[in-house]
């Protein structure tokens, strides 16, 4: 959801924030290391166009726990910047804290043929405090307007831990300009997992997926 320059007063923008934070839902890869293209586990060979800046918020609901993300991300110097802040909170235990640092490079090779690279670096309030980084290629094929495939591969180098190759292949639909679909699988290096999404574009600066 980029932000224009020229974006809305702070007291217009924070009500659809706080509401957009509690409705969106996601889920947090084992080194929380994401993607400001997304909260999707499986990235796009995509970045912001340059002055543009965009905000992420999502929030997890569980039985056992609850989690919150913030990720602001801005297009600097050629290459997309990023900041990750999780707050998790299983049921019983302390309150996990973690945070990090993601630049992002991508361009079109080829008509519809998008590849990149994305590095990530991950700090957290239990120790290790550096939790480790993260070299992920993305890449994204268009064979129609309406369909867009991502394929991810890269490998989590972890610090106290057995290093994780990180896997994936996701497939957007978008029937209208304002719904798409997404159709996800990914590997994070201790199982695989299995998403169905669905987002809803407000307007070009306001997007919700669950």
């Excluded at 020229?6 to 957009?20: G, Q």
């Excluded at 309150?95 to 994305?118: F, H, M, N, T």
């Excluded at 307007?145 to 490998?155: A, E, I, M, V, Y």
Aim: glycine residues 10%; contains cysteine.
């Amino acid at each position: 959801m980029p932000l224009p320059p020229s974006s809305p007063p702070a007291d217009a923008v924070r009500p659809v924030l706080a509401r957009l934070a509690a409705l969106a839902l996601g889920a947090l890869p084992a080194l929380p290391c994401q993607a400001t293209g997304g909260h999707h586990a499986v990235d796009d060979a995509a970045i912001l166009e340059p002055g543009q800046c965009q905000l992420e918020l999502w929030n997890e609901q569980a039985r056992d726990r609850q989690l919150h993300y913030l990720g602001p991300g801005c297009h600097l110097f050629g290459v997309e910047l990023g900041l990750n802040l999780t707050r998790n909170s299983p049921r019983g235990e302390a309150v996990q804290r973690s945070g990090g640092l993601q630049l992002k490079w991508a361009r079109e090779w080829l008509p519809g043929l998008g590849a990149g690279l994305v590095w990530s670096a991950t700090w957290q309030n239990q120790a290790p405090r550096y939790a480790g980084q993260t070299l992920l290629i993305p890449l994204s094929w268009q064979p129609r307007q309406d369909l867009t495939l991502h394929l991810n591969l890269g490998r989590d180098f972890r610090r106290r831990e057995p290093d994780q190759t990180r896997r994936g292949v996701a497939l957007e639909w978008q029937p209208h300009e304002r719904w798409q679909g997404l159709v996800e699988w990914f590997d994070d290096g201790q199982h695989a997992q299995r998403r169905v999404g669905l987002r809803h574009f407000f307007n070009e600066n306001f997007s919700l997926d669950v």
